[in-house]
C-alpha cells in the first residue's frame, strides 16, 4: 500500500503520541481506505528504524555502472598489480560489491549503538563508524573478495561457496 507523505507524518505522530495501532487508524479513518497489512508494515518500520521515510539503499538498486565506479575499476587496474578485472568478475555473482558487503555488516553492528532519528543522524553515523574502521577490517574484507572471487572463476560462475 502506499502512503502519502501527509498520511505518514499523521500515522507517525499519532502511533507515537497516542500509541495508535492498526485497528485504530482503520477505525478513525475510514475514508483513506487504509488495509491493515500495509499499516502493520509502516508501524513496524516505524518501531524497527524510527522513521517511515524511506531510508538509504532502500528501493531499486542502482546501475553499478556509474562514472564513480569505472573510475575505481580503473584506478585499482594502475595501483593494485593483482586486482581482478570486472570481466573475470562472476557472472552468477549474488552481491556484484562483496567487498561492500563485508563492509556493510560490521558498519551495521556499530551504527545502531546509538537511536538514529533522521537521514542526516544516520549519514552522520555511518561516516563516523567509516573514519573508525581499522584497517585490518578492510583489509579482512578485500581479501576475503579475492579469495571468492578466485574460487568463483575456477568454477566457471557456477556454485562455488562449498570449496571455501
Given at each position: 500500500?502506499?502512503?502519502?507523505?501527509?498520511d505518514?507524518?499523521?500515522?507517525?505522530?499519532?502511533?507515537?503520541?497516542?500509541?495508535?495501532?492498526?485497528k485504530?487508524?482503520?477505525?478513525?479513518?475510514?475514508?483513506?481506505?487504509w488495509?491493515?497489512r500495509?499499516?502493520?508494515?509502516?508501524?513496524k518500520?516505524?518501531?524497527?528504524?524510527g522513521?517511515?521515510?524511506?531510508t538509504?539503499?532502500?528501493?531499486?538498486r542502482?546501475?553499478l555502472?556509474?562514472?564513480?565506479n569505472?573510475?575505481?575499476?580503473?584506478d585499482l587496474?594502475?595501483e593494485?598489480?593483482?586486482f581482478?578485472?570486472?570481466?573475470?568478475?562472476p557472472p552468477?555473482?549474488?552481491?556484484?560489491?562483496p567487498v561492500?558487503y563485508?563492509?556493510?555488516?560490521v558498519?551495521q553492528?556499530?551504527?545502531?549503538?546509538?537511536?538514529?532519528?533522521?537521514i542526516?543522524?544516520?549519514n552522520q553515523?555511518?561516516?563516523?563508524?567509516?573514519c573508525g574502521?581499522?584497517?585490518?577490517t578492510v583489509?579482512?574484507?578485500?581479501?576475503q573478495?579475492r579469495?571468492?572471487?578466485r574460487?568463483c572463476?575456477?568454477?566457471?560462475?557456477?556454485?562455488?561457496e562449498?570449496?571455501l
Amino acid at each position: 500500500m502506499v502512503f502519502s507523505k501527509e498520511d505518514k507524518i499523521l500515522i507517525k505522530t499519532l502511533r507515537e503520541s497516542k500509541c495508535y495501532s492498526a485497528k485504530r487508524f482503520i477505525k478513525e479513518f475510514l475514508d483513506k481506505k487504509w488495509n491493515r497489512r500495509g499499516l502493520d508494515n509502516l508501524l513496524k518500520k516505524l518501531r524497527e528504524i524510527g522513521t517511515v521515510e524511506r531510508t538509504i539503499g532502500s528501493g531499486r538498486r542502482c546501475s553499478l555502472r556509474t562514472t564513480q565506479n569505472i573510475d575505481a575499476v580503473e584506478d585499482l587496474r594502475r595501483e593494485t598489480p593483482d586486482f581482478i578485472s570486472p570481466d573475470l568478475w562472476p557472472p552468477n555473482s549474488l552481491n556484484p560489491v562483496p567487498v561492500n558487503y563485508a563492509i556493510w555488516t560490521v558498519m551495521q553492528r556499530h551504527k545502531h549503538q546509538t537511536k538514529i532519528h533522521t537521514i542526516d543522524e544516520l549519514n552522520q553515523r555511518l561516516i563516523e563508524v567509516w573514519c573508525g574502521l581499522e584497517q585490518s577490517t578492510v583489509d579482512m574484507a578485500v581479501n576475503q573478495w579475492r579469495r571468492r572471487l578466485r574460487a568463483c572463476v575456477r568454477a566457471k560462475g557456477g556454485h562455488f561457496e562449498y570449496n571455501l
